[in-house]
């Protein structure tokens, strides 16, 4: 089994900037495309961020230029950097991997269980 742990959420002002972290553990042979997804209140989820194991990016056109994904193979940990925060980017942010487990050639999605994101004054 495989987990993903996200931490860095919260409450911040408009114009603010938070760092969430998504460690994945267990039985890992290897991670594909690691990402960030958001659900609001009353609206479906969303990509965010996406970053493959080579380091190709896209982002969702509303947080392009303030948000930036990255990862570090090594810790098989997913960042999200996200800048200038707006109160629509207000959400549930969660982590998702594409993950091959160490006894498996079949890869898997699997999600963290969220962090809230809160952008108010």
């Known amino acids: 089994q495989v987990q993903l742990v996200e931490s860095g959420g919260g409450l911040v002002q408009p114009g603010g900037s938070l760092r969430l972290s998504c460690a994945a553990s267990?039985?890992?042979?290897?991670?594909?495309?690691m990402g960030w997804y958001r659900q609001a209140p009353g609206k479906e989820r969303e990509l965010v961020a996406a970053i493959t194991r080579g380091g190709s990016t896209k982002y969702q056109d509303s947080v392009k230029g303030r948000f930036t994904i990255s990862r570090d193979n090594a810790k098989n940990t997913v960042y999200l950097q996200m800048n200038s925060l707006k109160p629509e980017d207000t959400a549930v942010y969660y982590c998702?991997?594409?993950?091959?487990?160490?006894?498996?050639?079949?890869?898997?999605?699997?999600w963290g269980q969220g962090t809230q994101v809160t952008v108010s004054s």
């Open positions: 998702h991997a594409e993950v091959r487990e160490s006894d498996s050639y079949i890869i898997t999605d699997y």
């Open positions: 267990g039985s890992i042979f290897s991670i594909n495309t």
